[in-house]
């Protein structure tokens, strides 16, 4: 390791004051912008070059704590003098997100100051300037996993040191996607808030296991008592799912990019990459010749993909076309009919002797429809796929999809189809409606936590 990057490993804390002058600096900044990043009020041009001249002079006092990022802090500069001197326009900071490139550096401990003008996923949808101190998250065992059979030379897991109010938020995704540019660039990485995930689903899992009297196995017991190690078993988790979206038999792409599609569709993709996780980690667990440290995790990831997705993904959020959510129902309803989950008693149970083979079968049901779609029309392979949801969850009674295709517009576009899907064409069970009121306090209370609030 260089000097250079010992000193960066050691960084700086959340109460630098540079740092806690750069993030004043930006929230008060965020007060004057409109929902498309510029300052359209002339009158508060001068309140906002006063705050874009301390954003600049804070950058260039944190920059030696950060050499490893020298030539993304010296462009960031850049932009912003440049959106300044231009009369706070529409911000485009291309020339600072190109150089920013994290995924080149995954070293355990690396700080980063991000500071861009960006709209954050689960947050905010304004491209307001915002600043995050994060640090980087990346065990030897993922570091071995990624120099694998897990090659994803795009994912950088990350944890939180602190933030301005567009992370106070849900949002556990730092996407270069999100940023304020002139020109959409090839996206090389893409970061994940890991201590988040880790700490709202201990939160989360703790509170459902005492509602629904479930006792948990030893390996989700360390979970809820250890938040780095569950930091870690998320990591893994999201190495192996991040790198399936564009892997196997895939319907040309599942994402149908710029395309509006059904929403059971999305929820059929990401729960496709959850279960290849889980598939994967069933295979690692079981490798005598893999790493130990793998191994464990691999056991624990399994817990962490059925508790997340049937306690959190289920129940949170709106219930308008929330995919994920309904990821959560289908994978629960699915081992509830494959009598491995059971409530009975008013009491919830596994059998976790069979419950992965269980969950290996959802998984190559939908393995099976994506193979078989590569040789179907695209509403064809709609129908199928709502086929496969609607055989397990139930539908609104009032859809017209669950009707049947003799119900549907199959002679127009596809945006006709769509269009008659209900905003919550899959709704809560009895169980669900129940659970969700207890729980949702406590899914309310993890809006901006982090793994240190959660210690």
Known sequence: MTEALTTAVAGISARNEDWLRLKGAATALQALQAQDGSVPEAGNHPEASRQVSAIVDAIEALAPAFPHDAAYLDALR??????????????????????????????????????????????????????????????????????????????????FLDFTPGYDTNSAVLFPETVAVSQTPTFTWGAIFADREAARFRRVL??????????????????????????????????????????????????????????FLYSLEELRCDLTAFRESVRIEKDDDADPQARRHAKLVQYAIIFDRIFRFAITGSRVRNYDGLGGQLLFAWLHQQHVLHWTDTRLTIDWDEVADAVIALGESIDELYWRSIDRPKTAHWLAAYQLVSATVTPNPASVWAKGPDALPLTGTPRGLTDQVLDDEFPLSMFYEALEKKMRPVIDSTAGITGRSAL
């Open 78 to 159: 850049q932009d912003f003098s440049v959106w300044a001197a231009g009369g706070f326009a529409v911000p485009d900071f291309l020339a600072s997100l190109l150089a920013f490139q994290p995924q080149q550096q995954r070293q355990d401990g690396l700080q980063h100051l991000v500071v861009f003008p960006m709209y954050t996923q689960n947050g905010s949808s304004h491209r307001l300037v915002e600043a995050v101190l994060i640090e980087v998250i990346w065990p030897e065992f993922i570091a071995g996993l990624e120099a694998g059979d897990y090659s994803n030379k795009l994912f950088v897991p990350i944890r």
């Open 206 to 263: 703790k509170a459902a296991a005492d509602i629904t009297s479930l006792e948990l196995p030893p390996g989700a017991a360390e979970l809820l008592a250890d938040q780095d190690l569950t930091e870690a078993t998320f990591v893994m988790w999201d190495l192996i799912h991040d790198r399936t979206h564009m892997r196997g038999d895939l319907p040309f792409d599942p994402f149908m990019i710029k395309q509006r599609m059904p929403y």
